[in-house]
């Protein structure tokens, strides 16, 4: 089933919203463009104006600079209900006293859009059809799930069809056996339901596998946008590679010294003094001897061995490492080892054992290097 629905485009240009309070988080200088019929996860920790930045395209803040444009109009001083968008809070807003297929009707009927009672009993019918309420109809609000809750209130957004959706937390209240039933559905509901959707949320995994784009956010801060793929690969600084991705991708802060190895140009020495690793030509640059940066790589990219390897091209040995901890992540072992004050995670498909010696094999496309 497709629905005909409105799309419409969100462009954010320079907001910036301060509070006196540390509670909620401002925003500062967000500027973003969201496409037509485009799901963006925003995503970003506790704290780092997520809810803030829906609140803002919903009309339920006023920012202190900067616009809100949907579609073709200047919304920024518009009141919600002239918005044209649908706003599902963290807990969802469901009447108590109406009923399921009421509730699910009531935000078409307080619209006054000119809806014949045909169309609104059909759009109806098909909300229930689609997010499966059959088996809940005869029930009272309060007597269904977190997720079933959702589900109706998703499906109030269906019934009434605004041009813009917002998800705040939809997954906050609910309970672990329901969520991947319910990410599945918003996954058949992207496909069948062709609107612009924003969606926040903590979780980096539920913003990778729903969003189309995200946008990184870190103490009322844009980091980055682009696609979860092109983010993992390429995080733009070291809060996005540490966020984003499990187990959190093995840092190591430094600075680019000397080698005192005639030709061999400049290196990166590990703070603690663990290590050192080729620098990379990009960084080699006039002035750039005790430059601060910081080396990452992710866990799958760590290769281990109990025999000391042998570095080639391509590849830099890192031997004397032990290890700490070995936890089963099926199928495979997530082991943390250290080396001085580095503490890495790589995967095993051996389990070793805690306080064996491991050998480490970096190749040196696999490194991340951060200037910032």
């Known amino acids: 089933m497709e629905l005909d629905l409105l799309m419409a485009s969100v462009s954010l240009v320079r907001l910036t919203r301060s509070f006196a309070t540390a509670s909620p988080a401002g925003l500062f ?63 969802p807003a469901l009447f108590p006293h109406l009923s399921i297929r009421r509730n699910l009707s009531i935000g078409l009927e307080m619209s006054r859009l000119p809806v014949s009672e045909n169309e609104l009993a059909r759009r109806v019918d098909d909300a229930i059809q689609f997010m499966n309420l059959d088996r809940v109809l005869d029930r009272a609000p309060y007597e269904l799930s977190g997720g079933e809750q959702q589900r109706v209130a998703l499906g109030r957004l269906m019934v009434r069809r605004p041009a813009v959706w917002l998800l705040d937390e939809p997954f906050g209240h609910v309970d672990p056996a329901q969520k991947s039933e319910f990410r599945r559905q918003l996954h058949l509901l992207r496909g069948a339901v062709p609107t612009t959707m924003i969606l926040v949320t903590h979780d980096p995994v539920e913003a990778q596998t729903l969003g189309r784009r995200l946008a990184v956010l870190e103490s009322g801060r844009l980091r980055q946008v682009a696609e979860p793929a092109v983010i ?15 187990p959190a991708m093995n ?11 005639p030709g061999k140009g400049l290196l ?76 890495w995670s790589l995967w095993s498909d051996v389990p070793p054992h805690p306080g064996d010696r491991l050998d480490l094999t970096i190749p040196t496309d696999r490194l991340h290097w951060f200037v910032k």
């Open 29 to 91: 200088d967000i500027s973003l463009e969201i496409h037509d019929g485009e799901i963006l996860a925003v995503v970003g920790p506790s704290g780092s104006g997520k809810s803030t930045l829906l609140r803002l395209i919903a009309g339920l803040e006023t920012p202190d600079s900067g616009t809100v444009q949907i579609g073709e109009r200047d919304v920024t001083r518009l009141a919600p209900h002239l918005r044209d968008i649908g706003l599902i809070p963290q807990r």
């Open 232 to 246: 993992y690969a390429r995080p733009a600084d070291r809060f996005v590679a540490s966020f984003l991705g499990w």
């Open 251 to 261: 840092l190591a802060p430094g600075i680019l010294v000397r080698s005192l190895e």
């Open 268 to 343: 990166f020495a590990a703070a603690d003094g663990s290590f050192r690793l080729p620098a990379p030509a990009e960084l080699v640059t006039h002035g750039a001897e005790g430059r601060p940066v910081t080396v990452g790589i992710r866990a799958e990219d760590l290769q281990s061995s109990r025999i000391p390897p042998l570095a080639s091209d391509g590849l830099v040995a890192l031997p004397g490492w032990q290890v700490r901890l070995t936890e089963f992540v099926p199928p495979r072992w997530l082991t943390t080892v250290e080396l001085g004050q580095q503490r």
